[in-house]
C-alpha cells in the first residue's frame, strides 16, 4: 500500500506522539510560568540578575576583604606581641609625669608576659601528654589486635576497635583535602576579617521593587552616618564600631524607616543638624530625609522617602464629590509621609496653623471647615481678619460669618469667644444634669437636639491681627487660653490661622496648649516652634526645610497621628478663577442639613444661661468652712474650686475689691494676710440689715423728707475753726480703713508701718 493511500486510522496513531509532546510541551511552559510569578521566585531572580550585573565590583570589595583581613590580623598578632596597649597606657603616663601609673604599667606588662609563658608552658605539657596517651593507646591497640582475634574480643573492645577504623578511614579521606580546606577557611576568615563592620547584608540581596534608586539599608545608612563629620561618630567608626540598628530598615509606606542607637558622645539633635549632609549622603533631596529624636536622645529616628514620592499634590479630596463626616471620627485632612489618608481630629482638638504666605494654611482651615459643614449636627462660625474671600462659599452653612480689617470684625471675634465661653459654661451645667455625670460631649449627646451639646467649630483666619490688636488683643488672648484649655470637652472647637507665627503675635499660652500644631513653609526656628511646640526645630521636626513653591501645599504636623510628627501633603479644594469646587460642597451640605431637620441658626448661650448672680461674699464664708482664720491666698484657690467659671480669672486684687466693698479688713500675721469668719459673719449681717432698710424706705415712698421738693435756700456751713492747723494723734478717716494697711497712720504724713507722731491714736493691731 501506497504512502498516501494509508488509511485514516494510522494517521492518528502515527502523530499521537507528536501531539502529546505539544500538550506537555505547554503544560511545561505554564508551569515555568506559574512558577517564574511567584513572589519568591520573582525576588530571586532579580537577585541574581543584580549580583551579575554587579560580579565584577563584587569580586573587587571580596579582594579588598581579603587583603584588609590579612592586615588587620598582622596588627592584632603584632599589638599582642608587643604589649602595645599597655605599652601605650606607660607611654602616655610618662608623658604626663604620673610616675605611679608607669610603673603600674610597666608591673602589668611583666605580668602579663609571665602569665603568657606560664599559659605556654602549661598548652605545652597537656600537649605532650595528650600525644604521648594516644600513641600509647593506639600501639596497645595495634599489638593487641596482632596477637588474638578481633571476633573473640568482648563487645566493648570491638566497639573501640570499629571507632578506631572510623577515625582512620576518616582521616584518610579528608587529609588529601585537607591543604585545599584549610586554604579556603583562611580565604573566607580573612574575608570576613577584612568586610565592612556595618550591620546587613546589602551586597548580598536586592530590593523587591522596581525602583532600585530608591533602596536603604543599614550599610548605607551606616556609611551615611560615617561621614556626616561628627567627631565622636568619626572615632566610633575609625575604632571598628558597628551601629545598633533597634529598628531594621524596613519599608515604611512611601520610604524606608529605621531607629539607630547611637554611640556614646552622639545625640540625634546632632545627626539632626547635618540633615543636608545626610540626604546629600544618601542621595536624597533635603525634604526626603527626616532624622529626629527618638524616646531617648541616643536614639535616632530616621525616614527616607522613596525618590520622587513627595514631589506630587495629595489628589483630589475624598469628599469632594460625595459623602458626608462625623466629626468625631476626623476629617480627611491629606497624605502623611507614607501615603495613607490622615483624617484629622477635631473632636477634643484645637488647631494652630501657620506658614509663608501662599503656602496653603488658608487653604487647609477651609478643608477642615468643609469638612465640619458635612456633619449635619456641627455649628460653624468664621471670622476672617483680612479682606479675603476664601471663605465666602460657605456663608450659607455658617452661623457666624465676618470678614474684613475694621475694628468691627475683630469686636464681633471677642464677642464670639465671650458666647463660647458662656456656652461653655451652660454645656457643663447640661452635662452634670444628665445620668452618670458624663466628662465629655458624645457622639450618642451630640445627637440630641434638645440638649444642645452639638459640636461647635469656630475658624479665626489672620488672628494674629485680633491677638495683637491694641484694644482687644490682650482679652482675645486670655478667652482663646481659656477656651482651648477648657472648652474641648464641651464639643468646642477652635481653630486658628497665621501668616505671622512670631512670639508677639501668639501667646505662648496657646502653642503650649493646641493639640494639633501645622507647619507649613517658615522662616526660622522661632516660627517653627511657634506653631509646632517649643523644641521641636530641636528634635529635627523642622518646617524651615520646606521650599517656599516647590513644597507648596505641603506641611509639617504635630498631633494629627500617634506619632511624634506627620509630613502632610495637604489637600486643596479649589476656589479661584475658573474653577469652583466648594460651593457643590457647600450646597450638599445644606442638604444634608436639611436632611436631619436641623438650621443654621447660631447658638445663643445669653439666653440659655439663667443663673443667679454670684453671692461673692456668701462664697466667701462658705469657702472658709468655719476655720478660724484663713490666708488670702488660700481663699483665692478654694474659690477657684468652688467656681471656676467665676473665680478662675480672679487675683489678689479682685479679691481686695470685693472685701472693700464690704467692709472687711484682712489682718497681716508674720507677714501674711488672713480674714477671719467673725469680719465676713458680721459683714453679711450688715449687708442683711441695710437690705432690710432699704427695702422699708422704699416702701415709705415720699413720705419722709421734703416730699420731693428742694429747698429754696442751701445753707452755707462755716468751716471749722481748726481748719489748716495741724491735728495730733492718727485720724479716723478713709486711710485708716485701707484694708492693705489695716490700722497704718493715715494723713498724718508718717511713712507706711512707722509709729504715729503722736501719743494716741486708734491703730489696730493684727
Same mark, same amino acid.
Given at each position: 500500500?501506497?504512502?498516501?493511500?494509508?488509511?485514516?486510522?494510522?494517521?492518528?496513531?502515527?502523530?499521537?506522539?507528536?501531539?502529546?509532546?505539544?500538550?506537555? #510541551?505547554?503544560?511545561?511552559?505554564?508551569?515555568?510560568?506559574?512558577?517564574?510569578?511567584?513572589?519568591?521566585?520573582?525576588?530571586?531572580? =532579580?537577585?541574581?540578575?543584580?549580583?551579575?550585573?554587579?560580579?565584577?565590583?563584587?569580586?573587587?570589595?571580596?579582594?579588598?576583604?581579603?587583603?584588609?583581613?590579612?592586615?588587620?590580623?598582622?596588627?592584632?598578632? /603584632?599589638?599582642?606581641?608587643?604589649?602595645?596597649?599597655?605599652?601605650?597606657?606607660?607611654?602616655?603616663?610618662?608623658?604626663?609625669?604620673?610616675?605611679?601609673?608607669?610603673?603600674?604599667?610597666?608591673?602589668?606588662?611583666?605580668?602579663?608576659?609571665?602569665?603568657?609563658?606560664?599559659?605556654?608552658?602549661?598548652?605545652?605539657?597537656?600537649?605532650?601528654?595528650?600525644?604521648?596517651?594516644?600513641?600509647?593507646?593506639?600501639?596497645?591497640?595495634?599489638?593487641?589486635?596482632?596477637?588474638?582475634?578481633?571476633?573473640?574480643?568482648?563487645?566493648?573492645?570491638?566497639?573501640?576497635?570499629?571507632?578506631?577504623?572510623?577515625?582512620?578511614?576518616?582521616?584518610?579521606?579528608?587529609?588529601?583535602?585537607?591543604?585545599?580546606?584549610?586554604?579556603?577557611?583562611?580565604?573566607?576568615?580573612?574575608?570576613?576579617?577584612?568586610?565592612?563592620?556595618?550591620?546587613?547584608?546589602?551586597?548580598?540581596?536586592?530590593?523587591?521593587?522596581?525602583?532600585?534608586?530608591?533602596?536603604?539599608?543599614?550599610?548605607?545608612?551606616?556609611?551615611?552616618?560615617?561621614?556626616?563629620?561628627?567627631?565622636?561618630?568619626?572615632?566610633?567608626?575609625?575604632?571598628?564600631?558597628?551601629?545598633?540598628?533597634?529598628?531594621?530598615?524596613?519599608?515604611?509606606?512611601?520610604?524606608?524607616?529605621?531607629?539607630?542607637?547611637?554611640?556614646?558622645?552622639?545625640?540625634?539633635?546632632?545627626?539632626?543638624?547635618?540633615?543636608?549632609?545626610?540626604?546629600?549622603?544618601?542621595?536624597?533631596?533635603?525634604?526626603?530625609? /527626616?532624622?529626629?529624636?527618638?524616646?531617648?536622645?541616643?536614639?535616632?529616628?530616621? /525616614?527616607?522617602?522613596?525618590?520622587?514620592?513627595?514631589?506630587?499634590?495629595?489628589?483630589? /479630596?475624598?469628599?469632594?464629590?460625595? #459623602?458626608?463626616?462625623?466629626?468625631?471620627?476626623?476629617?480627611?485632612?491629606?497624605?502623611?509621609?507614607?501615603?495613607?489618608?490622615?483624617?484629622?481630629?477635631?473632636?477634643? =482638638?484645637?488647631?494652630?496653623?501657620?506658614?509663608?504666605?501662599?503656602?496653603?494654611?488658608?487653604?487647609?482651615?477651609?478643608?477642615?471647615?468643609?469638612?465640619?459643614?458635612?456633619?449635619?449636627?456641627?455649628?460653624?462660625?468664621?471670622?476672617?481678619?483680612?479682606?479675603?474671600?476664601?471663605?465666602?462659599?460657605?456663608?450659607?452653612?455658617?452661623?457666624?460669618?465676618?470678614?474684613?480689617?475694621?475694628?468691627?470684625?475683630?469686636?464681633?471675634?471677642?464677642?464670639?469667644?465671650?458666647?463660647?465661653?458662656?456656652?461653655?459654661?451652660?454645656?457643663?451645667?447640661?452635662?452634670?444634669?444628665?445620668?452618670?455625670?458624663?466628662?465629655?460631649?458624645?457622639?450618642?449627646?451630640?445627637?440630641?437636639?434638645?440638649?444642645?451639646?452639638?459640636?461647635?467649630?469656630?475658624?479665626?483666619?489672620?488672628?494674629?491681627?485680633?491677638?495683637?490688636?491694641?484694644?482687644?488683643?490682650?482679652?482675645?488672648?486670655?478667652?482663646?487660653?481659656?477656651?482651648?484649655?477648657?472648652?474641648?470637652?464641651? #464639643?468646642?472647637?477652635?481653630?486658628?490661622?497665621?501668616?505671622?507665627?512670631?512670639?508677639?503675635?501668639?501667646?505662648?499660652?496657646?502653642?503650649?496648649?493646641?493639640?494639633?500644631?501645622?507647619?507649613? =513653609?517658615?522662616?526660622?526656628?522661632?516660627?517653627?516652634?511657634?506653631?509646632?511646640?517649643?523644641?521641636?526645630?530641636?528634635?529635627?521636626?523642622?518646617?524651615?526645610?520646606?521650599?517656599?513653591?516647590?513644597?507648596?501645599?505641603?506641611?509639617?504636623?504635630?498631633?494629627?497621628?500617634?506619632?511624634?510628627?506627620?509630613?502632610?501633603?495637604?489637600?486643596?479644594?479649589?476656589?479661584?478663577?475658573?474653577?469652583?469646587?466648594?460651593?457643590?460642597?457647600?450646597?450638599?451640605?445644606?442638604?444634608?442639613?436639611?436632611?436631619?431637620?436641623?438650621?443654621?441658626?447660631?447658638?445663643?448661650?445669653?439666653?440659655?444661661?439663667?443663673?443667679?448672680?454670684?453671692?461673692?461674699?456668701?462664697?466667701?464664708?462658705?469657702?472658709?468652712?468655719?476655720?478660724?482664720?484663713?490666708?488670702?491666698?488660700?481663699?483665692?484657690?478654694?474659690?477657684?474650686?468652688?467656681?471656676?467659671?467665676?473665680?478662675?480669672?480672679?487675683?489678689?486684687?479682685?479679691?481686695?475689691?470685693?472685701?472693700?466693698?464690704?467692709?472687711?479688713?484682712?489682718?497681716?500675721?508674720?507677714?501674711?494676710?488672713?480674714?477671719?469668719?467673725?469680719?465676713?459673719?458680721?459683714?453679711?449681717?450688715?449687708?442683711?440689715?441695710?437690705?432690710?432698710?432699704?427695702?422699708?424706705?422704699?416702701?415709705?415712698?415720699?413720705?419722709?423728707?421734703?416730699?420731693?421738693?428742694?429747698?429754696?435756700?442751701?445753707?452755707?456751713?462755716?468751716?471749722?475753726?481748726?481748719?489748716?492747723?495741724?491735728?495730733?494723734?492718727?485720724?479716723?478717716?478713709?486711710?485708716?480703713?485701707?484694708?492693705?494697711?489695716?490700722?497704718?497712720?493715715?494723713?498724718?504724713?508718717?511713712?507706711?508701718?512707722?509709729?504715729?507722731?503722736?501719743?494716741?491714736?486708734?491703730?489696730?493691731?493684727?
Amino acid at each position: 500500500m501506497e504512502a498516501g493511500d494509508r488509511p485514516d486510522s494510522v494517521v492518528p496513531q502515527q502523530e499521537k506522539p507528536s501531539r502529546v509532546r505539544h500538550v506537555v #510541551g505547554r503544560k511545561i511552559v505554564t508551569a515555568v510560568k506559574v512558577i517564574g510569578a511567584n513572589d519568591h521566585v520573582a525576588r530571586a531572580r =532579580s537577585v541574581l540578575g543584580y549580583r551579575l550585573r554587579k560580579a565584577p565590583r563584587d569580586v573587587l570589595r571580596l579582594l579588598w576583604f581579603f587583603v584588609r583581613g590579612v592586615g588587620r590580623w598582622i596588627a592584632t598578632g /603584632w599589638r599582642w606581641a608587643s604589649y602595645a596597649d599597655l605599652r601605650s597606657d606607660a607611654r602616655a603616663a610618662r608623658l604626663a609625669g604620673d610616675v605611679e601609673a608607669r610603673r603600674t604599667a610597666q608591673e602589668l606588662i611583666r605580668a602579663d608576659a609571665k602569665a603568657r609563658w606560664a599559659k605556654a608552658g602549661l598548652f605545652l605539657r597537656r600537649t605532650v601528654i595528650t600525644t604521648a596517651v594516644v600513641i600509647v593507646l593506639v600501639v596497645l591497640l595495634a599489638l593487641m589486635e596482632m596477637v588474638f582475634d578481633r571476633a573473640g574480643m568482648p563487645g566493648w573492645l570491638q566497639a573501640v576497635y570499629d571507632v578506631r577504623d572510623a577515625i582512620g578511614t576518616a582521616v584518610a579521606a579528608v587529609w588529601p583535602w585537607l591543604p585545599t580546606i584549610g586554604l579556603l577557611s583562611m580565604l573566607v576568615a580573612a574575608v570576613w576579617e577584612g568586610r565592612d563592620r556595618t550591620p546587613g547584608a546589602g551586597w548580598l540581596t536586592r530590593p523587591d521593587r522596581d525602583d532600585a534608586d530608591s533602596w536603604v539599608d543599614e550599610r548605607m545608612i551606616s556609611k551615611a552616618l560615617a561621614h556626616l563629620g561628627i567627631a565622636p561618630l568619626n572615632a566610633f567608626f575609625k575604632d571598628g564600631g558597628e551601629l545598633v540598628y533597634t529598628v531594621p530598615a524596613r519599608k515604611d509606606g512611601d520610604g524606608t524607616y529605621t531607629q539607630v542607637r547611637l554611640p556614646l558622645g552622639v545625640t540625634a539633635a546632632m545627626v539632626a543638624d547635618r540633615r543636608r549632609v545626610l540626604a546629600a549622603n544618601l542621595g536624597r533631596a533635603s525634604l526626603e530625609t /527626616w532624622p529626629t529624636t527618638g524616646a531617648e536622645e541616643s536614639l535616632l529616628d530616621l /525616614w527616607i522617602a522613596d525618590k520622587g514620592t513627595l514631589s506630587g499634590g495629595a489628589g483630589d /479630596w475624598p469628599l469632594l464629590t460625595e #459623602g458626608t463626616v462625623d466629626l468625631f471620627n476626623g476629617v480627611p485632612f491629606g497624605l502623611s509621609q507614607r501615603g495613607v489618608i490622615i483624617n484629622a481630629p477635631l473632636i477634643e =482638638s484645637n488647631w494652630l496653623i501657620g506658614g509663608r504666605p501662599g503656602q496653603g494654611k488658608t487653604s487647609a482651615m477651609r478643608v477642615l471647615m468643609l469638612g465640619a459643614c458635612l456633619d449635619p449636627t456641627v455649628e460653624a462660625w468664621a471670622y476672617i481678619l483680612g479682606e479675603s474671600p476664601d471663605f465666602a462659599p460657605l456663608k450659607p452653612r455658617l452661623a457666624r460669618y465676618r470678614m474684613g480689617l475694621d475694628d468691627s470684625v475683630v469686636a464681633d471675634a471677642v464677642q464670639a469667644l465671650e458666647d463660647l465661653l458662656k456656652e461653655m459654661e451652660r454645656r457643663g451645667k447640661v452635662l452634670s444634669a444628665q445620668p452618670g455625670q458624663p466628662p465629655k460631649v458624645s457622639r450618642k449627646l451630640a445627637d440630641r437636639p434638645g440638649l444642645g451639646l452639638h459640636p461647635i467649630v469656630l475658624g479665626i483666619d489672620e488672628c494674629h491681627e485680633l491677638f495683637m490688636h491694641p484694644r482687644y488683643g490682650k482679652l482675645a488672648a486670655e478667652l482663646c487660653v481659656r477656651l482651648i484649655k477648657r472648652g474641648r470637652k464641651y #464639643g468646642i472647637i477652635l481653630l486658628l490661622a497665621t501668616q505671622s507665627p512670631t512670639r508677639d503675635s501668639i501667646p505662648k499660652e496657646i502653642t503650649r496648649n493646641v493639640s494639633v500644631g501645622v507647619a507649613y =513653609s517658615v522662616a526660622d526656628h522661632v516660627a517653627n516652634d511657634g506653631l509646632l511646640g517649643a523644641g521641636r526645630y530641636r528634635a529635627g521636626v523642622r518646617a524651615t526645610e520646606l521650599r517656599t513653591k516647590t513644597d507648596r501645599g505641603t506641611c509639617v504636623a504635630v498631633g494629627v497621628s500617634d506619632s511624634a510628627w506627620e509630613l502632610v501633603r495637604s489637600y486643596y479644594v479649589a476656589y479661584e478663577d475658573g474653577r469652583d469646587d466648594v460651593t457643590m460642597i457647600v450646597a450638599r451640605a445644606m442638604a444634608a442639613l436639611a436632611e436631619h431637620g436641623r438650621t443654621v441658626a447660631a447658638t445663643d448661650p445669653t439666653g440659655e444661661i439663667e443663673a443667679a448672680p454670684v453671692d461673692h461674699l456668701a462664697d466667701i464664708a462658705h469657702v472658709i468652712n468655719g476655720e478660724p482664720r484663713l490666708r488670702t491666698q488660700t481663699v483665692l484657690s478654694r474659690l477657684a474650686g468652688h467656681n471656676p467659671g467665676e473665680y478662675e480669672p480672679w487675683t489678689a486684687r479682685d479679691l481686695r475689691a470685693v472685701i472693700r466693698e464690704h467692709g472687711i479688713r484682712p489682718r497681716k500675721v508674720r507677714g501674711h494676710w488672713y480674714l477671719y469668719p467673725n469680719d465676713v459673719a458680721h459683714a453679711i449681717t450688715r449687708r442683711a440689715a441695710h437690705h432690710e432698710d432699704d427695702t422699708a424706705g422704699d416702701a415709705a415712698g415720699e413720705a419722709r423728707g421734703n416730699g420731693g421738693t428742694f429747698p429754696t435756700t442751701i445753707p452755707q456751713p462755716n468751716p471749722p475753726l481748726d481748719l489748716g492747723k495741724p491735728r495730733r494723734g492718727t485720724q479716723n478717716g478713709a486711710a485708716a480703713d485701707d484694708p492693705e494697711n489695716p490700722g497704718n497712720p493715715g494723713s498724718d504724713g508718717t511713712a507706711d508701718g512707722s509709729l504715729p507722731r503722736g501719743g494716741g491714736g486708734d491703730q489696730q493691731t493684727p
